[in-house]
């Protein structure tokens, strides 16, 4: 049989592994909907502490964890602010308008790059004249930004302005942990500043499924009744968090393991000039514009050497470590990139 390509499309693509699926098989399990699932239960309170907050709400997927804070956040027809590559509005296909009747307006973004005195020259003022101003979303770590990491100190000044300013602020934290681990700031540090979070399971934390949505007790309340109507509520779900609870056991620590192992692919790439920003965590984003070869002709000649790349625009694509790339497919990765940039 031909060798599996290396997969580093995204850290989505992973695979439970046999220890998580014994844990997930073993579950005890109930009606989470009824909220007599134990399991879900355990990994809601355990999240919500290691983020320093009450309550969390166990979701399907970070879209919807995301969508339901803002809606938490955000009434119809008034206003959140975000960077222009947030996924929030890049890749939840319009929901916070579709769904929540939220508007948004974006400051450009640069990478994971954050100046609070920008977002703060945005906002509106309440009046009967202008779209209200309500929140700020910010993404730690910053998914098209190729997985930079916000400074502690940028998010403390985004958070005493939008104090005084009387915003909430969201995180949409799909990969804080991969921040935690490159910048060695305690979860509760980060979930403190935000009115609300979002984590993701099933990106880094190699679960197959699962987000939450982190806040208030009185916030969750109302989370849960948003997820019910979205059609985000699961029965035995314990199954799900079982994964959850085994990743954040076993798959926090290791991350370090994914962010070594993408810098070795940043700095094999770097000297053809196709880093888009330096590499911090676990991807490693590439500019295309000055190289022979763009997006989709690198897609296809990495493809047929065994490894697949993630193509994102006509000179963007992205590559990604995780659980299921050990050093042997980072090897085998690094032995097949860089000579397409040489040719
Ligand atoms: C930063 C960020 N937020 C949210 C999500 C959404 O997660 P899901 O695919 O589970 O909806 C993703 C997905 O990759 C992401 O990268």
């Known amino acids: ?27 005890e399990v109930g009606d989470d909907v009824y909220g007599e699932d134990p399991t879900v239960i355990a990994l809601e309170r355990r999240v919500a502490t290691l983020f320093g907050h009450e309550a969390a709400l166990f979701t399907p997927s970070g879209s919807m964890a995301n969508q339901i804070a803002v ?55 309440d009046g009967f004249f202008a779209v209200p101003t309500r929140a700020i979303a910010v993404e730690q770590t910053h998914n098209r930004g190729g997985g930079g990491v916000i400074p502690l100190s940028t998010l403390e000044a985004v958070r005493a302005f939008a104090s005084t300013a009387g ?6 934290g799909a990969r804080i942990w991969h921040a935690h681990v490159a910048d060695g700031v305690p979860l509760d540090a980060y979930g403190r500043l935000f009115d609300t979070v979002s984590v993701c399971l099933s990106k880094g934390l190699g679960a197959p499924v699962g987000s939450l949505v982190v806040s208030s007790a009185e916030r969750i309340a109302r989370a849960r009744w948003i997820r019910k109507r979205m059609g985000g ?42 880093l888009a920003y330096p590499v911090r ?21 990495a493809r047929e050497r065994g490894v697949l790349v993630s193509v994102l625009g006509p000179h963007t694509a992205r590559l990604v470590s995780h659980l299921d790339v050990d050093d042997d497919g980072v090897d085998r990765a690094l032995a097949a990139l860089p000579a397409l940039f040489r040719a």
Do not use: F
Request: proline share 6%; hydrophobic share 45%; net charge negative.
């Open 1 to 27: 049989m031909a060798d599996r390509p290396i997969d580093l499309r995204s850290d989505t693509v992973t695979r439970p592994t046999a220890a998580m699926r014994a844990a997930m098989a073993e579950a």
């Open 71 to 125: 809606q938490l956040l955000v009434p119809p027809a008034e206003e959140l602010l975000c960077d222009a590559d947030a996924h929030v509005v890049t890749y939840e296909i319009g929901a916070a308008a579709a769904i929540g009747g939220i508007s948004t307006r974006t400051w450009p973004a640069v990478g994971a790059d954050l100046d609070p005195d920008v977002v703060a020259g945005m906002v509106r003022p």
């Open 167 to 172: 915003l909430s602020v969201h995180c949409d």
């Open 233 to 274: 509520g699961m029965r035995q779900a314990g199954i799900l968090a079982a994964a959850g609870l085994y990743a954040l056991d076993h798959h926090i620590g290791r991350l370090s393991e994914d962010h070594g192992r993408a810098a070795r692919l940043g700095e094999a790439l770097a000297p053809y000039g196709v």
């Open 281 to 301: 965590t676990n991807i490693v984003a590439l500019d295309l514009r000055k190289s022979t070869l763009d997006g989709p002709a690198l897609g296809a000649a």
